[in-house]
C-alpha cells in the first residue's frame, strides 16, 4: 500500500503530490509524444478526435462539473469556434496562429452574453435556454448563404503554421495533443485557485457563497466564457479535423454527446471529461464489433446508436454516478488496501436538511 | 459602547411581520444570545443582517455605519460571517477547500494568473492555507484535511461551518444554532469555543441558540424576541424569569 506523506503545504498546490504521481502522469505525457511512431494514421486521427472531444468536455465540465450550470447547447459553441475560425482563415486571410486564440474569444463572448441573459436560471430552465441557443445557432449557420456556406457547408484549409503546412496525421495529433496539454493545465490551475473554487462554492450552496463574498452572477458568467472558450477553441481544431463543417455536424445530437461524455467520465473532475471523450470515441468502434453478431434487419437500423449512448447513460446513472473516474478510483482503492476493500467505503451518506432557499 | 446597532427594523412577507419594530445593540467582544419560540423570527434576524432580506424600514449600523448599502456578497468584506442552521457546507468539497472558499473575499480577481498559475500565486494559495491552518489547529480539525465534506460526521461539519466562518476573518460572527444536533459532550466543547472565538481571537458573536445550558454559560447578554418582537434583553437568568418571556414560551396556564 502506498501512502503518500504530505510534509510541506505546496504538496496539496503543485502539479503533482510526489514524485510517484509525477512519474506516472509524465510517462503517460512520453508515450502519447510517441504514439506517431508507434501507430499508423488511422488510430492517430481518432486520438486527435480523443483529445479534441477532451477540450470540449473540459469546457462543459467547468461548467457543469465545477459551477453547477447544465448546459444542453455546448456543441453551439463548438460551432461558433469552428466558424469563426475558418471564416477568418478563408475570408479574411487571418494567419492560422492567430485564428485560434481570435476564435476562441469570439467563443467565449457569445458564452458570456448566455451567461448573462441566463444569470437566474437554474436546472431545467438553463437546459431549455441553452437548448434553444443551440438550435437558433444551428439555423443561423445553415442559412447563413455565401458567409456560413449555408447548408451546404464549407471547406476547411489545412493548417499552417508559421509556413509550414500541417497535413500529415502526424503533424495535426502533435498540434492537437499541445493544445490538449495546454487545456489540461489551465482547468487544473483553475481548480487550484480562487475562480476554481468560487464556482465550486456556487454549485454546492449559493447562500452561503454569497455570504463568503462570491459574487454569484459574476463567477457564473465567467464560468460561462471559460466553459464556451473551450467549447470555441475545440471547434476550431475540429474543424480541420472535419475538412469540411455544415451545420449539421454541430447539432443536438453532439451537444447531448459532450453531456453524456462528462457524465460517464464524472461530473465534476478533471479526469472525467478525458476519460469521457475516450469512451465516447472508442463507443461507435465497439459496437460496430457488436453490430456483426445482431441480425443484419437490427444491425443496419438506424437508431441503434442513439439507442445505445442512451442505455449507457441510464446504466452509468443508476449504477456508477460517479462516472468511469469514480470506477477507477474504487479499482485503485480495491488493490491499494487488498484484502481489505469494503464497498461501504464508497458510500454517500444521505443528506436530509438543507436550508430553505433564500430568494 | 455599542457596536452593532438594530434600530427600529422590520420586515413582512405579505401581511405576516416577520420582524416588527425591532432594536437591538451589541457591544463589541461580547457574546449576544437571541432566543425565542420558533417561528419567532430570530433566522430572519440574521438574514436580515447578512442583506439576504431588505427590510421593509429601519437600518442596521455596523461601528456607526449603514450595512443597508452593501450587496449580499460584500458584507463579508465589512467584517460579518456566519453559519447557518442546516449547514451549508460546499458538500463535494474537502474540507480544505471549504476553508480555503472562506478566504474567497481577501483575494481579488486575476484570471490570466490564475490560468496560468504565475505571478506570485503560489504565495497566495500559501497565505490562504497558513490561515486556514491556523483555524484548523484553533478548532482541532486536523484529522480531516482532506476529506470530502459529505462523508464526515454532522458534528464535524458543524465545526468546518465556524471554522469556514473564522477563515474569512470575520469581526461578528453569527452563530445560527451552534448546538443544534449535537451531543452534550460537542455542545460543552462548543460553549469552550465561542469563548475562545470572543477572549482570543477577539470577535464579537452573535448567537441564536435554544440550549439554555449553553446560553447560561456564554452568552454576556440575551435577547428574546417573539412573534418578531422585542420581548425583554438582560442577563440570562433575568431574561428568563421575566413573565412576558416566560409567556410567549409556556402560555398563561389559563385556557
Known sequence: ?359 | MSWLEVNNLTLTFGGLKAVDSLSFSVDRDSIFTIIGPNGAGKSTVFNLICRIYNPVQGDILLGGESLLSDLPHQIVKRGVARTFQNIELFEHATMLDNLLIGRHSRGRFQPLRELFFAGGQLEQELVYRRKAEEVIEFLDLQAHRHSRVSDLPYGIRKKIEIARALVAGPKLLLLDEPSSGLTNEETADIAFWIEDIKEDLGITVVMIEHDMKLVNKVSDKVLAIAEGRFLALGTAAEVQDNPDVQHAYLGTGQT
Open chain 1, 1 to 359: 500500500m502506498h501512502i503518500s506523506f504530505r510534509k510541506s503545504y505546496k504538496q496539496d498546490i503543485r502539479l503533482f503530490r510526489d514524485g510517484a504521481q509525477a512519474t506516472w502522469y509524465l510517462s503517460l505525457l512520453v508515450l502519447a509524444l510517441a504514439m506517431p511512431l508507434l501507430v499508423d494514421g488511422y488510430y492517430l486521427d481518432e486520438l486527435s478526435f480523443v483529445f479534441i472531444y477532451a477540450i470540449a468536455g473540459l469546457g462543459l465540465m467547468v461548467l457543469t462539473g465545477f459551477s453547477g450550470q447544465v448546459s444542453f447547447g455546448h456543441a453551439a459553441f463548438v460551432a461558433i469556434g469552428a466558424y469563426a475560425h475558418t471564416i477568418m482563415l478563408t475570408r479574411y486571410g487571418v494567419p492560422w496562429l492567430l485564428s485560434v486564440p481570435l476564435a476562441t474569444l469570439i467563443s467565449g463572448a457569445a458564452g458570456l452574453a448566455i451567461g448573462r441573459v441566463c444569470a437566474k436560471m437554474h436546472g431545467l430552465y438553463l437546459a431549455i435556454a441553452t437548448l434553444a441557443f443551440a438550435i437558433i445557432v444551428e439555423r443561423l449557420l445553415g442559412s447563413g448563404g455565401d458567409f456560413t456556406g449555408g447548408h451546404g457547408g464549407m471547406p476547411v484549409p489545412d493548417i499552417s503554421l508559421i509556413g509550414i503546412d500541417i497535413s500529415e496525421s502526424w503533424q495535426k495529433y502533435l498540434v492537437n495533443l499541445t493544445i490538449f496539454v495546454a487545456v489540461l493545465l489551465v482547468v487544473r490551475n483553475l481548480t487550484r485557485t480562487r475562480s476554481g473554487r468560487a464556482m465550486i462554492s456556487l454549485r454546492d450552496s449559493e447562500v452561503s457563497a454569497r455570504g463568503l463574498g462570491v459574487n454569484i452572477a459574476f463567477f457564473r458568467a465567467y464560468a460561462f466564457f471559460l466553459s464556451a472558450a473551450l467549447a470555441g477553441l475545440a471547434g476550431t481544431l475540429l474543424a480541420h479535423a472535419f475538412y469540411f463543417l455544415s451545420p449539421e455536424s454541430f447539432g443536438m445530437s453532439e451537444s447531448i454527446r459532450l453531456l453524456l461524455m462528462i457524465v460517464v467520465g464524472g461530473l465534476g473532475t478533471i479526469h472525467g471529461a478525458v476519460l469521457g471523450a475516450f469512451f465516447i470515441m472508442l463507443l461507435p468502434t465497439a459496437l460496430s464489433w457488436f453490430k456483426v453478431l445482431l441480425p443484419s434487419g437490427i444491425a443496419t437500423s438506424g437508431g441503434l446508436d442513439s439507442l445505445a449512448f442512451g442505455l449507457i447513460l441510464v446504466v452509468f446513472m443508476l449504477l456508477e454516478p460517479e462516472g468511469l473516474y469514480g470506477r477507477w478510483l474504487k479499482i485503485h482503492h480495491y488493490f491499494n488496501v487488498f484484502p481489505m476493500y469494503r464497498r461501504r467505503s464508497f458510500q454517500r451518506q444521505k443528506t436530509f436538511l438543507k436550508t430553505e432557499r433564500l430568494k
